[in-house]
């Protein structure tokens, strides 16, 4: 070895250059953390989300179900044969609509939820103010339901159990709120 290489000025010299070059090492490693940790609770979010959005929109398609089986086993011919208008009868249709919901829900194992049935029997339709009682369980994003006709509205609230959105807002659930209608149109002639 030359004498020049090992002076005390040059081991300084290369200890101070080892010394950045593993502080930036370790200050790479750590930013290579913090951003794989970053991925990896974005990754857990988007799965909680995508939960939730696919339990929503089973919700919906068991509110759809549960109307539409309601209106059709709760048609009232009564009313047709005397003044040729269609009406459900209220009891029939409530009871057909919210079995097919509870059903449903319980053959996926769903526990805690809420279903909730109304009937606007009359063959003129109506309106029921605070149905469906949470806003964002409607497409319109309403709580007064108004048909023309006479309908069936079912109304779901399901808890959907998260992981990583828990975390964010402390509660190991959230629920989902979907509302659908099914009505007796006449057929005009």
Request: with cysteine; charged share 15%.
């Amino acid at each position: 070895m030359k004498p020049s290489t090992v002076s005390p000025s040059n081991v300084i010299r290369r200890l101070r250059h080892a010394g950045r070059r593993l502080g930036n090492e370790q200050g790479s490693a750590i930013l290579g953390f913090l951003i794989m940790l970053a991925l990896i609770v974005l990754v857990a979010v988007l799965v909680d989300l995508y939960a939730l959005l696919q339990a929503k929109s089973w919700a919906y398609q068991v509110c759809t179900d549960a109307a539409l089986q309601g209106a059709a086993y709760g048609r009232d011919y009564g009313p047709l044969y005397a003044s040729g208008h269609l009406a459900l009868d209220p009891v029939a249709a409530e009871q057909s609509a919210r079995a097919a919901a509870q059903a449903a829900l319980d053959r996926r194992g769903f526990a805690g939820y809420t279903v909730e049935v109304r009937v606007l029997p009359d063959p003129g339709g109506g309106t029921i103010a605070g149905f469906p009682p949470v806003a964002p369980a409607a497409p319109g994003g309403s709580t007064i339901w108004t048909t023309s006709e006479p309908a069936v509205g079912v109304y779901v609230a399901l808890p959907v159990p998260v992981f990583f959105v828990s975390i964010l807002n402390g509660s190991s659930e959230l629920t989902v709120h979907a509302f659908a209608a099914a009505g007796l149109v006449e057929a005009s002639p």
